[in-house]
């Protein structure tokens, strides 16, 4: 298993989804498919959070809830974000600045500072 265990698991994009998108994602798995991903984070990242909700998962299967087809929307890593990385700030969106630079502008020359008068 050089891959650690990924190519196993049931939700083969798993170590990148949000955790939001997981917990729509866990929905359509059965019992065992829980298992194995429990199993997995707890020998990987042990996430908190993650082991949590799929521990929820269990109980609830266990209780006798149905895997569901979850939910279509939840995000895919894919879908997060628009592939655009940075600030949204360009100079068309700046704001027109207060006062010069000490150091001047090009059509603004700085002035010394012994030139306060």
Not at 26 to 43: C, G, H, N
Not at 66 to 93: F, I, K, N, Y
Request: aromatic content about 2%; hydrophobic content about 25%; charged content about 25%.
């Amino acid at each position: 298993m050089a891959d650690g265990g990924r190519s196993a698991l049931p939700l083969p994009d798993y170590d990148h989804l949000p955790i939001g998108g997981l917990e729509s994602r866990v929905r359509s798995l059965a019992p065992e498919e829980v298992e194995t991903l429990l199993s997995y984070e707890r020998s990987h990242a042990d996430r908190l959070p993650v082991t949590e909700l799929l521990t929820a998962r269990l109980e609830q299967l266990d209780a006798g809830a149905e895997p569901t087809s979850g939910d279509p929307q939840a995000l895919r890593p894919e879908q997060h974000g628009t592939g655009r990385h940075g600030s949204p700030v360009s100079p068309t969106t700046s704001p027109e600045p207060h006062s010069p630079p000490p150091h001047g502008t090009p059509d603004q020359r700085g002035r010394p500072k012994g030139d306060r008068t």
